[in-house]
């Protein structure tokens, strides 16, 4: 069966400081794979999606970076983290192309505070 | 372009009552709809979808919807409220894209 791991589950980090999420995907090749941030208030925004290796596309201009060096590997990433980029991160996947489509399956998140 | 509204940002209902949380969606083609569902400090876990075939949806923990395009919705219920059913709801909405739009979220409180 097909899983996804999502860490580190909570991060607190000063301001100015680097960040790395880390998301992969177990049971399945070449999915399309998605990072959304839900921040207090504010539902869920899509930030990246990738349909394949070294294919990113960015749905908001902001301060985070994504890549895919590998098919089932996803990583959320930022230079010097803003106060504003607090909230929790999801990464989630999905089977590409199929059809019928079933829709994301989802991490189980990460918690980042920045202070 | 597609989009999800969903009613009500906070749901109370009373334990072993019913369940309904509201859900709009504009599509200009037959959509996918799912509902999710999110416990705190948790991701979301599909609670059901429909994709074109019947209209009326059973998803896990007892709840179902039904998707009515005359109305445009694809409200979620279930007939008895239970504690453990507290947590956030997203509609979301998908073309034949894979892109999904999730609605902004109902938060469903269960009173005892």
């Known amino acids: 069966s097909q899983t996804i791991h999502q860490w580190p589950a909570t991060l607190v980090q000063p301001v100015g400081s680097p960040l790395s999420l880390e998301c992969t995907v177990e049971?399945?090749?070449?999915?399309?794979l998605y990072w959304y941030r839900q921040a207090a208030g504010r539902g869920l925004q899509l930030l990246f999606y990738?349909?394949?290796?070294?294919?990113i596309s960015s749905e908001v201009p902001q301060n985070l970076s994504a890549s895919r060096p590998q098919d089932r590997q996803f990583i959320l990433s930022s230079k010097k983290l803003l106060l504003s980029d607090s909230g929790f991160y999801l990464c989630a996947w999905s089977i590409r192309q199929g059809r019928p489509f079933y829709g994301y399956t989802f991490g189980s998140g990460t918690r980042l505070t920045v202070v | 372009a597609q989009s999800v509204t969903q009613l009500g940002s906070h749901v109370s209902v009373s334990e072993g009552a019913l369940v309904l949380l509201r859900c709009n969606y504009s599509s200009s083609v037959p959509p996918y709809l799912f509902w999710y569902v999110q416990y705190p400090n948790q991701g979301l876990q599909l609670l059901l979808k429909?994709?074109?075939?019947?209209?009326l949806v059973k998803g896990i923990n007892g709840f179902e919807a039904e998707f009515k395009k005359s109305e445009t919705s694809f409200h979620l219920t279930k007939p008895s409220a239970h504690m453990s059913d507290a947590a956030e709801y997203f509609c979301a909405v998908s073309l034949r894209d894979d892109k999904i739009i999730f609605g902004k979220g109902t938060r469903l409180h269960i009173l005892p």
């Open positions: 429909y994709t074109s075939a019947a209209t």
């Open positions: 990738s349909v394949g290796i070294g294919q």
């Open positions: 049971g399945t090749s070449n999915p399309n």
